[in-house]
């Protein structure tokens, strides 16, 4: 008998029906022939002539209730992943043998061969319209919905994108033909209701058509109800959800059509903070409206003047009584506020901004690194000279002693991570601007610190310290503003981040 000896050999040898191979020697042979798959047409179609498709599903199934089950199966859906690679959907599912397979593993027990399933449904995307409507229509999706219910999390949320994908592209079909399986999953326990949420938010927030699908349904009248619940840590769940919809003037939409807007705005005009759930649901729905703020593929203008977040921003700050996690909050959302042009000018002479700079003086912990964080999105705003200017007034009004880049350069070198590392974001945004750099090379001592390659060992430090040479050296007026220095900063910047020197002093003797 010849000698087996390329993979595909030994592979066709291990699968063949009448093959005496054991578990594991069936495993091995496929380890070795997975590693010599490239995933390209030519490839799979010379391993189908030898061995059929059938062959590998036959495997599953073979070490069933022994302790090579799980690895047989892990292997053999990695083998097939990689053969079915260049398929499409279609050309998969054309094949009847493949069709019962593609069902059967949709509601298999196995996560390998589950996932397996869901990777090939997720390839009718790539294919027209109609492809995908024929899909949403038939059993196939229905198998990938109750998947949602499927017990490892990272199965489950396969589905969910998948669904998701799936369902904008044909939102008539997810509520109307599917609503009953929806319903029925959103009774299963809490951890699936707000799987579901999440796939019928995100339709219904993606066009004004798909919410009034979804309104029509029913489906989103559960899902609103859960953010007016007693139990905090549910609205929680739902404002997660909200962030991920809000994103886009569809989603926005959904939540004003919907009443959510008001209800998150209301929330905030609460007093009572003694209850740490309630705290951890105010300071979400803060950062929410922040990160509302920041979005620039919103219009942030209309919300504020029917909403007055700034004024609600403003209460906090004026409040000595502000609970720390809440002040927090506050603090982040002022610099998601401000950290774009168009959101520094809204802030720019507010009373809100005049507050957040004079209670940033004499906070420490991590108010302080919270305040650091948000001063570092002020600054590092880029924009026309009047932008250029505010950046500068926000910068001025930190007042630090001697300096305030002394001041920062002290707190960088702070051993603790969360002030120092808000620091150097504070010195990295002030050198992305010509009045930063100027202001810098006034101060020799400053830029000693930064070229001193001994005065930082975390690689963290030294990622920092380099990054912001580099925002310097960058600039497009670095020559005229960095003068002599930039000869200096442009080596350190070609020797890298980690560059140790043999003479550590030389270069901050140079400077």
Known sequence: MPSVTTPLERVANALDPNSSSTAQEKINALSVFSDSLHGILDQAQSVFALIPLAHFYMLFGAADGTDNEEVLNQVLCKVISKLLKPFSYDMIVSDEYNMMFLTQGLSHFSPDIRYLSLQQVEKCLDGPSEAVRQVAQSNVFTFVLATLAFQQTEIANKAVDIAVKISLKVPDVLFSQNSAILRNLLTTNETVRFRVYELIVKVAGSSALAFELGENSGLLDGFISELRSPDSLVALNVI??????????????????????????????????????????????????????????????????????????????????????????VIASIGLT?????????????????????????????????????????????GDPAVEQMTREVYEAMEGRPTTLDNLVQTAKQPVDNIRVAAFACIKAIA?????????????????????????????????????????????????????????????????????PTEPAAALESA
């Open 240 to 329: 997660e959800i909200l962030r991920q919809v809000a994103i886009t003037p569809a989603g926005l939409s959904f939540l004003e059509k919907s009443g959510l807007m008001e209800h998150l705005s209301l929330l905030l005009d609460e007093e009572a903070d003694e209850d740490i759930s309630k705290r951890l649901l105010k300071s979400s729905t803060f950062l929410f409206f922040g990160e509302l703020a920041q979005n620039q593929g919103i219009q942030f203008g209309p919300i504020e003047r029917k909403y007055h977040y700034l004024d609600k921003l403003q209460r906090r700050l004026d409040n000595e009584d502000t609970n720390k996690e809440i002040l927090a909050a």
């Open 338 to 382: 401000g950290s774009h042009a168009e959101g520094l000018r809204v802030l720019h002479n507010t009373p809100l901004l005049a507050k957040f700079l004079q209670s940033y003086h004499g906070t420490s912990g991590d108010i302080k690194a919270e305040f650091l964080r948000s001063l570092s999105m002020l600054m590092g705003v880029r």
């Open 432 to 500: 992305s601007h010509m009045w930063g750099r100027e202001e810098m090379t006034r101060y020799e001592h400053v830029l000693g610190y930064l070229l001193d390659r001994t005065a930082e060992h975390s690689r963290e430090g030294q990622r920092w310290k380099f990054d912001i040479i580099e925002t310097m050296v960058a600039a497009d007026d670095a020559q005229q503003t960095l003068g002599d220095h930039y000869r200096l900063l442009r080596t350190y910047v070609r020797q890298g981040p980690y560059y140790q």
